[in-house]
């Protein structure tokens, strides 16, 4: 890892852009803790820096969020991390997936979901998006589509359904 001491200068900001591009590929090879430090010690200067440096500090808070809630277990400061990702680069579906993972570290799958749609409508092919919902699973659709998911034939139909298989 680096070491950096703030004293404003432009090497030191290079510096601390590599730090936070590495802690982001740390956190992608699910080094969450080393991740975690790196951020900590990096991302708050970054965010006061130029404008440079504050786009690269909005890139990563998103990772930042989902290290703080997997690591911390604070998934309301995780959520809010994502969300400054989201507002500087709204177009960017990895947000959303670390925003679902966020999610997904709190139990709230119905959100981790909608997260993940909206980054499947920014980008259809992006891989990472298709490996969370297959590791979540999708549910099937009701047997009979017309009576809700909680009608007591839907839900009959919908058990023998899966013990066929």
């Given amino acids: 890892m680096y070491t950096w001491r703030m004293n404003g200068s432009s090497s030191d900001n290079t510096q601390a ?11 992608r090879q699910s080094k969450i803790s080393e991740a975690l430090t790196s951020f900590e010690t990096f991302l708050t200067p970054l965010s006061g820096g130029t404008i440079g440096d504050r786009r690269v500090a909005a890139g990563a808070f998103s990772y930042y969020g989902y290290c703080v809630a997997k690591i911390r277990r604070k998934y309301a400061e995780g959520v809010k991390y994502c969300d400054i990702s989201l507002r500087a680069n709204p177009l960017d579906p990895d947000h959303r997936a670390n925003l679902a993972m966020v999610y997904l570290e709190r139990n709230d799958r119905a959100k981790a979901i909608e997260a993940l749609n909206a980054g499947l409508r920014l980008d259809r092919r992006n891989r990472r998006l298709h490996l969370i919902l297959e590791s979540i699973g999708r549910r099937k659709p009701p ?8 009608s007591p034939l839907n839900i009959w139909l919908g058990k023998r359904r899966t013990e066929k298989r």
């Fill in 17 to 27: 852009q590599h730090a936070v591009a590495e802690a982001v590929q740390l956190t």
């Fill in 143 to 150: 047997v009979i589509p017309f009576l809700s998911r909680n």
